[in-house]
């Protein structure tokens, strides 16, 4: 998924939010210039009753996907800086583990690297949210991944052929441990992130009838 116009500096305001949770765990929007209550600038995300009961039959990955595609639908597809702002933390945060889960399950992240995705996951506060979400495992290794994004990003996303690109896998062998480590325990964290959406429905979206 490529995410227009989204520069780090853009994404400011949303580490900004992750900054002032209040004791309850509300997500609270401050806006030097505007003033405005939090459904007068939040996008409606729906998720249909009928939906949701039959993804969750069909398993954690579906049930997490159904919120993810509502989401994606809210805002018309295409996250920019201006769809983020009308997006809360905790939806901002759940695009954001959706796209690291497509790009590292299917390249590892030699290709979340050299698709540009890392400035999304690395440069904002991604593993703050997901530790305070308890995934405390994925946040380490996001962590240990920012360090070695900073260390090969020049060469990882420059152009390049395909022969080129199979061949990164090979000059950085440092991301293995990375990609071994999340296939390990992406079952686990997808299972953690569904009973965390399930805990927490109105951060994420409305049922509807």
């Not at 580490?15 to 209040?22: F, G, K, S, V, Y």
């Not at 991604?126 to 530790?131: L, M, R, T, Y």
């Not at 946040?139 to 991944?145: A, F, Q």
């Amino acid at each position: 998924m490529v995410v227009a116009g989204v520069a780090p500096f853009t994404l400011q305001r949303y580490e900004e939010i992750l900054d002032i949770i209040n004791f309850n765990s509300t997500f609270i929007l401050y806006f030097a210039r505007f003033a405005l209550p939090l459904q007068a600038i939040m996008k409606e995300v729906i998720v249909k009753d009928e939906r949701l009961q039959q993804a969750a039959k069909e398993g954690m990955d579906a049930f997490v996907k159904a919120f993810v595609d509502a989401i994606h639908e809210a805002i018309g597809g295409d996250l920019t800086a201006e769809t983020m702002a009308e997006l809360n933390a905790d939806q901002i945060t759940l695009l954001a583990w959706d796209m690291l889960h497509e790009e590292v399950m299917d390249g590892g992240f030699v290709q979340l690297i050299h698709n540009g995705l890392g400035e999304f996951i690395f440069k904002n506060p991604f593993a703050k949210a997901v530790k305070q979400w308890g995934l405390r495992d994925l946040s380490k290794l996001i962590y240990e991944g920012h360090t070695l994004w900073l260390k090969y990003r020049g060469e990882i996303e420059k152009d390049c052929t395909e022969e080129e690109f199979m061949a990164l896998f090979e000059r950085f062998p440092e991301f293995d441990d990375l990609d071994d480590l999340f296939v390990e325990n992406e079952e686990a964290w997808m299972d953690d992130i569904a009973h965390y959406i399930d805990d927490n429905l109105d951060r994420f979206a409305t049922i509807s009838a």
